[in-house]
């Protein structure tokens, strides 16, 4: 795999915040600039991503599930590995976690139950001094996911943006995570409404001002009362009936795709 496997533990492992590593990443990953966010671009594989630094036992590395894309089978893969990701070079990686990572490694994963992952989930996980690797979903409860990591050696986490899960945030999981970090709306909760002003009310009431973004279409006419509503009863945009994923604050709208976004 052009990868070699670090044996010694390092008793002084800083306790600096987990971010992804900025290399050893799947083909299909493209990662933000603070390397807090992991986006696959397409397909459903070729997502694995490391921790930068090792983790240690007991642990909790904490993430947000950005985007959750319907029309594939399984989703986010999490787990453990004695794999160094300094001496992971990108291309050598294969396209899945389980079962070829585990295959040509010292890698233990495992694949969150059905109904978790979902956009704005809450995933913690970490392994305990026995082996035994544990997850916890949206503070419910603790899932063991499988036993038998080796410990005795330093352990990167390592997840694999596989599926239905499409974008994963890393969070701090020291803070609340009541509060989405990232600039797209996961929460029904209405952003402030200005009062409008001429040419700028929403398209649906006519009364409030037109504040919010859909995603990803990128358009702009609704205030965040009517966006939301829209999203909850059809979760298609009236101006171009694209599918609605989430709905963001106009100001600060997301980069679209090419040919999204066209303004009618």
Not at 140 to 146: A, K
Request: charged fraction near 20%; proline fraction near 8%.
């Amino acid at each position: 795999m052009g990868a070699q496997i670090c044996s010694q533990a390092d008793a002084t492992m800083p306790r600096e915040a987990v971010r992804f590593h900025a290399k050893a990443v799947g083909a299909q990953v493209r990662l933000d600039a603070q390397r807090s966010t992991a986006r696959r671009r397409a397909t459903f594989h070729d997502g694995i991503v490391f921790s930068q630094r090792p983790v240690r036992p007991g642990e909790r590395v904490a993430l947000r599930v950005l985007f959750h894309e319907r029309g594939w089978v399984g989703g986010l893969r999490i787990g453990f590995t004695r794999l160094d990701p300094e001496r992971v070079t990108a291309p050598s990686l294969p396209p899945f976690v389980c079962p070829d990572l585990e295959q040509q490694s010292p890698t233990w994963a495992a694949m969150l139950p059905d109904g978790c992952g979902l956009t704005g989930d809450v995933v913690c996980f970490w392994v305990n001094r026995l082996g035994r690797l544990f997850a916890q979903v949206n503070a419910g409860p603790r899932l063991l996911l499988r036993k038998g990591v080796l410990m005795g050696a330093p352990l990167w986490a390592v997840m694999d943006v596989y599926g239905t899960t499409k974008a994963i945030e890393l969070l701090d999981p020291t803070v609340s995570t009541s509060t989405p970090t990232m600039p797209w709306v996961l929460s029904d909760e209405a952003l402030p409404e200005p009062k409008a002003t001429a040419g700028e009310e929403c398209a649906i009431c006519f009364h409030q001002s037109a504040n919010t973004c859909l995603v990803p279409c990128g358009h702009t006419h609704f205030c965040s009362c009517c966006a939301w509503r829209v999203f909850r009863d059809t979760a298609k945009c009236p101006v171009c009936r694209w599918e609605i994923e989430a709905v963001a604050p106009a100001w600060d709208r997301p980069a679209l795709g090419p040919g999204i976004g066209a303004q009618l």
